[in-house]
């Protein structure tokens, strides 16, 4: 489940300063207001591996002007990111353990004959522990 986090930026009264403007030729005096405005707020994301995606949203009434700005977090591209890290550290049956915590990406390597390692033990072998063990293999996933 994508984790939210919700931070209210601005929230206050808008109160429009007046400006007046004066026409020699007639004496007429007018009055216009600026417009209140809720500006939301620009949320950025620098590195391609932080994993977070920026919402933000703004609403502005006569009277009151809100907005706000969070970040989502993404699971999947936790998992992908710890994984090439492990991975580049020379680390794989870690790398290939992390992957295996996706169920389509334990199914997928089950169905291509290459068991997910389990404590310590890697092919065959964790092929007999997951067949010794059923209630540890995730349950496989619904294709869309």
Same mark, same amino acid.
């Given at each position: 489940?994508?984790?939210?986090?919700?931070? !209210?930026?601005?929230?206050?009264? /808008?109160?429009?300063?007046?400006?007046?403007? #004066?026409?020699?030729? $007639?004496? &007429?005096?007018?009055?216009?207001?600026?417009?209140?405005?809720?500006?939301?707020?620009?949320?950025?994301?620098?590195?391609?591996?932080?994993?977070?995606?920026?919402?933000?949203?703004?609403?502005?009434?006569?009277? !009151?002007?809100?907005?706000?700005? /969070?970040?989502?977090?993404?699971?999947?591209? #936790?998992?992908?990111? $710890?994984? &090439?890290?492990?991975?580049?550290?020379?680390?794989?049956?870690?790398?290939?353990?992390?992957?295996?915590?996706?169920?389509?990406?334990?199914?997928?390597?089950?169905?291509?004959?290459?068991?997910?390692?389990?404590?310590?033990?890697?092919?065959?072998? /964790?092929?007999?522990?997951?067949?010794?063990?059923?209630?540890?293999?995730?349950?496989?996933?619904?294709?869309?």
């Amino acid at each position: 489940m994508k984790k939210l986090l919700l931070g !209210l930026l601005v929230c206050g009264f /808008a109160q429009a300063q007046p400006i007046v403007t #004066e026409s020699t030729s $007639k004496s &007429e005096t007018t009055v216009k207001s600026p417009p209140p405005s809720a500006i939301s707020p620009n949320i950025t994301t620098i590195n391609n591996k932080n994993c977070s995606t920026g919402v933000s949203g703004a609403t502005q009434t006569q009277i !009151l002007g809100i907005s706000f700005g /969070a970040t989502v977090k993404d699971a999947n591209c #936790e998992m992908i990111v $710890k994984a &090439e890290s492990l991975f580049m550290m020379q680390m794989k049956t870690a790398a290939v353990s992390v992957m295996c915590q996706d169920s389509a990406i334990w199914w997928g390597m089950w169905d291509a004959g290459t068991y997910c390692p389990v404590d310590g033990m890697v092919g065959v072998q /964790a092929k007999d522990y997951w067949l010794a063990n059923p209630k540890m293999i995730p349950n496989r996933p619904a294709i869309k």
